[in-house]
């Protein structure tokens, strides 16, 4: 298994989809539509059924969640509340929209208990009422080879969470600032970075600081990692917005991918294009009307990097269900006693 690249990812299809009034402010990417909101919804749920049978087609396992609540727009980009790690640990992050916190699903979580060994879950959602946010891997962007979290200021990304979520989990956070050519802090990390396994995605002319921007590159170089430097107008185009994933050839081969949208791909150039071709093969799917809400297809994949449970034989399920049965009646041992 790859450290960076997970195999399986959750999408949520968010059957009320449109940009987040509530987001609007301080997301530069995000653009009123100009359809209807029964037409852009519609257009949505088209292009992340698009995602999801892209990356099924080339052997990643996707597991999808319907949301039907028009009380959650943006619901379609879990990454920001969920995250999961390996050795069996899972994060739930504080958001800074009010109308995004119920984006947060029980379901899901038990999904992932049930589904895969899940050892702890820790929470950080508590904090919200103090005002102290930050919004998952769109506000980190972690290296998982050299176990680093990048993270651009912002009132997204609080750096006293993410300096607990360095100590809970094992990372080395790497803090800096990064604004636009008009000096607006870029409102999530993973806009402008993408941190593969080989090969790194990086707006690194948005980081002011020209110390920070070389300790920046150094730190993403330091295991041969080639880096790709995104320009403002390809960070624009979502270029940034890419993720490494796991799939999987016809024959049962891995096969390294990078997902990321049409119009993310169609910004590089082709010599960037053939950097990345080297490590990964790219997979982009058109998604402009989930664009509109200011983030593209990292967004929208919460990675799943957890140890699957194994499929119980049936008749090792019907023992067990005996055994319940046995225990209701008699006080004797669980099902629980065999996990």
Not at 267 to 295: F, M, N, Y
Request: aromatic share 6%.
């Amino acid at each position: 298994m790859s450290a960076v690249a997970p195999e399986a990812v959750i999408l949520i299809r968010a059957q009320r989809f449109r940009p987040n009034p509530a987001t609007a402010a301080d997301n530069a990417f995000q653009a009123e539509p100009e359809d209807a909101s029964d037409t852009v919804a519609a257009n949505a749920l088209a292009e992340m059924d698009a995602v999801a049978e892209a990356l099924r087609a080339v052997g990643v396992t996707v597991h999808v969640f319907d949301d039907e609540d028009h009380t959650r727009p943006d619901s379609v980009f879990p990454n920001n509340w969920l995250s999961t790690h390996a050795g069996g640990a899972v994060a739930v992050y504080p958001m800074y929209a009010s109308n995004r916190r119920h984006e947060r699903r029980a379901d899901v979580l038990e999904f992932l208990k049930s589904t895969y060994r899940v050892q702890t879950i820790v929470d950080y959602s508590g904090l919200e009422p103090d005002g102290i946010f930050l919004e998952g891997t769109g506000a980190m962007v972690l290296d998982h080879v050299s176990r680093v979290a990048y993270l651009a200021r912002s009132h997204r990304a609080d750096t006293h969470v993410l300096e607990r979520f360095c100590t809970d989990f094992g990372y080395e956070p790497m803090v800096f600032d990064a604004v636009d050519s008009d000096g607006v802090p870029v409102y999530h990390t993973n806009v402008i970075a993408c941190v593969g396994t080989d090969v790194a995605l990086f707006a690194l002319e948005m980081i002011p600081d020209a110390l920070r921007r070389r300790e920046v590159r150094e730190r993403l170089q330091v295991h041969g990692r080639r880096v790709i430097e995104l320009t403002e107008h390809q960070v624009r185009e979502f270029a940034g917005n890419a993720v490494e994933l796991m799939g999987r050839s016809p024959d049962g081969r891995r096969r390294t991918i990078m997902a990321m949208s049409a119009r993310a791909r169609a910004s590089l150039t082709a010599a960037q294009i053939a950097v990345i071709e080297e490590s990964c093969e790219i997979v982009a799917v058109d998604i402009p009307t989930i664009e509109l809400a200011g983030g593209s297809v990292r967004c929208m994949i919460a990675g799943v990097h957890l140890d699957a449970r194994p499929a119980r034989e049936p008749e090792l399920t019907e023992a067990v269900e005996a055994i319940d049965e046995d225990a209701r009646t008699n006080d004797g041992v669980g099902a629980a006693d065999l996990d």
